[in-house]
C-alpha cells in the first residue's frame, strides 16, 4: 500500500512537471500564404484570390479567425479618419486629408467566397477588420486552409501606402492584401488600423501580381522568373522581349510576417552586393533630385557588414530599398523610403528603415504593445551605425538626439508609461518620444548600468535566441541578466512601466580631518547606481562607482584608464548617500556624476562642482 502511494505521488509530480512545462512552453503560429492577383494601373484596383495554410500551434481550440483589410481605413468617417481629425496633434501627413477623398480615390479591400476546407464560413467586415466564424473549429496541432477572393482599391497616398504620392511614384502596395491577425498567448490581436502599428504571423509568401508589362516591380521576396520579367532581374547575356500583354511577377518570401511590394514604369532598378551577405536592391526614379541614390548602394554595403557584425547576421540573402510611400515605412526584406533626400537624410532614413529588418522584421515584437522594442532599439542601433559611417572618429554621444527627445516629452508633460498600447496614447508626440526616443535611451543607459561590452553581447545574444520568434519585454529583460549577472527587473518597473524620472544632485561637499565627504541625494523618483569622478588637482581621476542594493551584483570596470573603485551598495529607500573620499578638499579639481552622460538626468546642472583649490 505504502509503495502504491509512493508511486502516485512520483506519477502525480511527473505529470505535473509536464503541464507546468507545456505552461512555461513558447509556442507560435504558422502560416503560408499563395496570392495570386490582377492589377488594373488605369484604374488603381485590383482582383484576386488567397489560399492560406494555417497551423494552429497553441494549446486552443480556435473557433474564431480575424483578418486585415488596411485599405479600408482610408474612407471618410473611417477610425483613422476620425482619430486624426480629433487628437490634439494629428500626424501631419493625414490630417483631414481622408475627410475629402473621392470615390475615385479612397482604399478598399472586401472578402469573397471564404472558404475553410472547402467548407463556406461566415464572414462579417468591420472596416478594417474581417470577423470569422469558422466552418470547423481549428484544433490544437491542426492545420487549416483557407480560401476566399479580395478586391481591392488603392488609395491616393495617404499613410504609409498607396498611389501617386507626393514624388510621383505610382504605387506603394503595402498592407494590401487580407492579412490573418495574429494569435498569441494573449488571444487574438484584431486591432483596427487608425494609423499605428503591425503585429503578423510567421510564414512563407508565393505571391504573382499581373500587371501593365512597362511597371518595373520590387519589394519583398525573391523573383522566380527573372528572365521573363527583365528590368534588371534576368540573367547576364539574357535580352528579355518587349511585351504589350501584362507581365505577371512571382515572387518568394520564406519565413516572413508580411509582403511589401512598389511599382512604376520609370523605376531604375541596381544592385550591389554585401561581402558574405545579402544583395541589395534600389529602386528609383532618376533625376537631379535623386543623384544620390547614385551613392546609395555603395554606402548601404558598408552599413550592412557593421550591422550584422555588431547586432547579429542578416539572414535573408535580399534586402530592397523601393522609393514611394510618404517618409519611410519598414517591411519584410524591403522598405518604402521616398527618395528627394540630401544624401545624409538619405542614408539616414535607409539605414533606418533597414535596421528595422532587425527589430520588427526579424524580431517580430508585437509593436502594437511594445513599440519601443522595434523603434527605439532601430533608433539606437541606426544612431550607431550612422556614427560609424560619417563620424568614426568623434567622440560625441551618438544618442545626444534620443535623449533631446526624451526630455522635450518631459518638459511638454506629455510623457506616458511605455506600458501603454501604441494606439491609446493621448497624443502623438506622446507616442513618438517615448516609442522612438525613450526606446533608445533605454538602451544607451542599460550600458552605463551593465557595461557597454555587456550590453552589445546582450544584443548580439538576444539576436541569436529570439529571431523569427516574438519576444518580450521580459525576453529580452532575461538576457541582459543572463549576460551581465545583475537583476534588472527594477530597471524595467521603472523607466518603462512608469514615468518617475531620474535626477542626483551634488547635495554638499565637506571636509573634516583631512578627508572630504561628498552627500550625493536622489531627487527624482527613479534609483540608478551612481558613477562619481573625482580629478585632483595632479590630473588623477578616481571613479567611484555606487551600486544599487537591488541589482545584487556590480558591473565590470569599463575604463582602465582611470581608478576604479567600488563603494558601498545604495538602498534606494535613502534618499541621500555619503561617500568619503580619502584626500582632503584642497586636492580636488572636480567632483561629477556620471562623466559619460548617459544617465537620463532630468537636471543636469547640479551634477558637477568645480573648485579653485584656494578652500
Known amino acids: 500500500m505504502k509503495i502504491s502511494i509512493k508511486l502516485s505521488l512520483i506519477l502525480l509530480l511527473i505529470l505535473s512537471n509536464k503541464v507546468i512545462n507545456a505552461q512555461s512552453g513558447y509556442w507560435q503560429q504558422k502560416i503560408d500564404y499563395k496570392i495570386e492577383v490582377d492589377f488594373d494601373v488605369k484604374t488603381n484596383q485590383y482582383e484576386g484570390e488567397q489560399t492560406i495554410k494555417y497551423t494552429n500551434n497553441s494549446p486552443d481550440t480556435l473557433s474564431k479567425a480575424f483578418f486585415h483589410l488596411y485599405n479600408n481605413a482610408f474612407q471618410p468617417g473611417s477610425m483613422m479618419d476620425v482619430r486624426n481629425r480629433t487628437i490634439s496633434d494629428p500626424h501631419p501627413y493625414v490630417r483631414d486629408r481622408i475627410s475629402k477623398l473621392t470615390p475615385e480615390e479612397i482604399g478598399f479591400l472586401h472578402v469573397s467566397d471564404f472558404t475553410q476546407n472547402g467548407k463556406k464560413a461566415n464572414i462579417t467586415e468591420e472596416e478594417t477588420i474581417l470577423s470569422v466564424e469558422l466552418a470547423e473549429p481549428i484544433l490544437p496541432g491542426a492545420t487549416a486552409t483557407f480560401k476566399m477572393k479580395f478586391k481591392g482599391q488603392t488609395p491616393l497616398q495617404i499613410r504609409r501606402s498607396g498611389r501617386d504620392n507626393a514624388e510621383g511614384i505610382r504605387y506603394s502596395m503595402s498592407q494590401w492584401y487580407p492579412k490573418l491577425s495574429e494569435y498569441d498567448i494573449m488571444g487574438w490581436h484584431s486591432n483596427p488600423y487608425i494609423g499605428r502599428e503591425f503585429y503578423g504571423v510567421w510564414g512563407d509568401f508565393d505571391v504573382k501580381i499581373t500587371i501593365d508589362p512597362t511597371y518595373v516591380v520590387g519589394g519583398s521576396g525573391y523573383i522566380q522568373n527573372p528572365n521573363e520579367v527583365g528590368h534588371g532581374y534576368q540573367s547576364a547575356g539574357i535580352k528579355v522581349k518587349k511585351s504589350k500583354k501584362p507581365i505577371t511577377w512571382h515572387f518568394k518570401a520564406p519565413n516572413v510576417h508580411d509582403f511589401m511590394w512598389g511599382a512604376d514604369p520609370d523605376f531604375k532598378h541596381v544592385t550591389a552586393q554585401v561581402p558574405g551577405g545579402p544583395t541589395l536592391h534600389f529602386y528609383y526614379q532618376p533625376g537631379s533630385e535623386t543623384k544620390d541614390w547614385e551613392l546609395l548602394?555603395?554606402?548601404?554595403?558598408?552599413?550592412?557588414?557593421?550591422?550584422?557584425?555588431?547586432?547579429?547576421?542578416?539572414?535573408?540573402?535580399?534586402?530592397?530599398?523601393?522609393?514611394?510611400?510618404?517618409?519611410?515605412?519598414?517591411?519584410?526584406?524591403?522598405?518604402?523610403?521616398?527618395?528627394?533626400r540630401r544624401l545624409g537624410s538619405l542614408v539616414g532614413v535607409t539605414v533606418h528603415e533597414a535596421f528595422h529588418s532587425w527589430y520588427q522584421g526579424i524580431l517580430g515584437t508585437n509593436e502594437s504593445l511594445y513599440p519601443w522594442m522595434d523603434e527605439g532599439f532601430t533608433s539606437y542601433a541606426s544612431n550607431k551605425t550612422m556614427h560609424y559611417l560619417f563620424n568614426p572618429d568623434s567622440h560625441e554621444n551618438p544618442q545626444r538626439g534620443s535623449y533631446r527627445g526624451y526630455f522635450m516629452n518631459i518638459i511638454n508633460a506629455t510623457d506616458e508609461p511605455m506600458t501603454i498600447h501604441s494606439d491609446h496614447y493621448l497624443t502623438n508626440a506622446g507616442y513618438s518620444s517615448n516609442a522612438y526616443s525613450k526606446g533608445a535611451v533605454f538602451l544607451h543607459q542599460l550600458s552605463y548600468i551593465i557595461g557597454e561590452e555587456n550590453l552589445m553581447t546582450g544584443m548580439r545574444r538576444y539576436f541569436n535566441e529570439w529571431q523569427f520568434k516574438h519576444p518580450t519585454p521580459n525576453d529580452l529583460i532575461r538576457i541582459m541578466e543572463k549576460v551581465s549577472g545583475l537583476e534588472l527587473d527594477w530597471y524595467r518597473e521603472h523607466f518603462i512601466n512608469s514615468i518617475n524620472t531620474i535626477d542626483y544632485s551634488i547635495e554638499s561637499i565637506t571636509e573634516k580631518e583631512g578627508k572630504t565627504y561628498v552627500e550625493i541625494k536622489r531627487a527624482g523618483n527613479m534609483p540608478m547606481p551612481i558613477e562619481l569622478m573625482v580629478e585632483t588637482i595632479s590630473e588623477e581621476k578616481v571613479l567611484h562607482y555606487i551600486p544599487l542594493v537591488i541589482m545584487r551584483g556590480e558591473k565590470p570596470q569599463e575604463n582602465k584608464e582611470i581608478i576604479w573603485k567600488v563603494e558601498k551598495d545604495w538602498a534606494w529607500t535613502s534618499p541621500t548617500y555619503l561617500l568619503l573620499i580619502d584626500l582632503p578638499l584642497s586636492e580636488i579639481k572636480s567632483v561629477e556624476i556620471d562623466p559619460s552622460d548617459r544617465m537620463a538626468d532630468v537636471n543636469k546642472g547640479n551634477n558637477k562642482k568645480l573648485f579653485n583649490n584656494e578652500n
Open 297 to 340: 548602394p555603395d554606402i548601404m554595403v558598408k552599413a550592412f557588414q557593421f550591422m550584422s557584425e555588431n547586432f547579429g547576421k542578416y539572414p535573408y540573402d535580399q534586402f530592397s530599398v523601393v522609393q514611394g510611400g510618404d517618409g519611410g515605412m519598414e517591411y519584410p526584406m524591403s522598405t518604402l523610403i521616398t527618395g528627394n
